[in-house]
Each structure stands twice: as C-alpha cells, then as structure tokens.
C-alpha cells in the first residue's frame, strides 16, 4: 500500500484496514499533492461478497468522514460522487440517498446541520462534477466547510 511508508494512524481487522495520513508542506512538495488530511479504507469483504461484514465497512466509512468534520462545525456539505445508474460507481449517490438533509430544519440532537448534493457525472449532465460542488460550496459561509478527500478499494 502506497501509505504505508508515510506517517499515518492505522486501523485494521481481518475485512477493513484504514489509513489517514496528514500531508503538510513538506510531504506535499514531495508526492505532488495537495496539503490536506487524506483516509483510505480498503476492505475486502467487498469483493468476496461477505454481506455479514457490510456493517463494518460501513462504520469504517463513517469513521473516516467523521474524522474530517471539525468539531465546531455547525454545518456540513455531502457531496455524493459519482453515476446513481452505474452498480460500480454508485457509492456516493447511494449514501446521500440514506442521509437525511437537516440544513433547513436543524436536529436538536445533531453535532452539525447536513446539506446533500448529488450531481451527477459529465456524461449525464453536461457540467463538471467539480463546477458544480464548487459552485455550491462558493455559496456555502467558510466558517461551515469542511474539505474532504475520502477514497475506497478493495484489499485484493
């Protein structure tokens, strides 16, 4: 695994291993990325079909996304990437359609108020998906934004 040689905190079981690296100047001269907190969670109960351990991945997920909001936030933006008619790459949009959109009518019990947006890929509508999070975001107050760079694969 390319993380595997940065520092990095680590969580694993025998289904889902997760790694969140902080790259800061320095690392960012040297990978060529951007400075940022970045999370990977492999699983491979995925690919061998292990229903039964759906539920981890998905607290492994959960996990990783919450670990990006920062605790003042009052409000956060989900963007679900990606095409809803594709079985492979309908993760995001299938996610936001579980979450409830609590932005207008805040939950008394929530830590942050949540606005979902899914918009679709270029081949479909014929906008960037980035031109349209970022005009979203443009329209979103700083002081609520969190940025997120979450990626999933499959342990082989």
């Known amino acids: 695994m390319a993380c595997d040689f940065l520092p990095h905190e680590e969580t694993k079981n025998e289904y889902v291993r997760s790694f969140t690296v902080t790259v800061n100047s320095e690392l960012s001269a040297k990978l060529r990325r951007p400075e940022g907190k970045y999370c ?13 351990r759906f539920g981890e991945i998905a607290a492994a997920l959960g996990k990783a996304i919450i670990g990006f909001v920062p605790r003042s936030a009052r409000s956060v933006l989900v963007v679900g990437l990606g095409n809803p008619n594709m079985t492979a790459d309908s993760l995001g949009a299938k996610t936001c359609s579980r979450l ?15 606005g979902i947006i899914t918009p679709n890929v270029l081949g479909v509508t014929g906008i960037e998906s980035f031109d349209v999070v970022a005009g979203v975001a443009e329209r979103t107050p700083k002081k609520t934004r969190a940025s997120t760079c979450i990626c999933h694969k499959a342990i082989r």
């Open 40 to 52: 990977t969670v492999e699983c491979r109960a995925v690919p061998e079909r292990e229903r039964g």
């Open 100 to 114: 409830t959109a609590t932005r207008l009518s805040p939950l008394p019990s929530a830590r942050a108020s949540i």
